[in-house]
């Protein structure tokens, strides 16, 4: 079982969900996690979707070295960003799992 940092204050409005040894970049997928942070399930799955059609970005905060510019990212108040398709579809199962694991609690 999965051991988390911190305990959640209600577990009955929360749900859980973990991927372990996912075949995509740390980086891109730390990045995407970070930005649908504090995201409800149907806003981080609508950006998530966006970010595979390229209408909005992730921005790179952290491991940003040898990334683009784009305008996209002034929404985040940053310049630069990508659209790791890739990490966005393995989040989006992720996603799907917590919904799961909440319908059944």
Not at 7 to 27: M, Q, S, T, Y
Not at 43 to 52: C, P
Not at 82 to 92: D, I, Q, T, Y
């Amino acid at each position: 079982m999965v051991k988390y940092a911190k305990e959640i204050r209600n577990p009955g409005k929360c749900a859980k969900a973990a991927a372990v040894d996912l075949r995509v970049h740390f980086k891109n997928t730390y990045e995407t996690a970070r930005a649908i942070r504090r995201m409800n399930l149907l806003e981080a799955k609508k950006y998530l979707n966006a970010v595979i059609e390229k209408k909005r970005c992730v921005p790179f905060r952290r491991y940003n070295g040898g990334v683009g510019r784009t305008n996209q990212a002034k929404e985040f108040n940053h310049t630069q960003g990508r659209w790791p398709v890739k990490s966005c579809k393995f989040l989006l199962n992720v996603l799907d799992n917590v919904q799961a694991n909440a319908e059944v609690i």
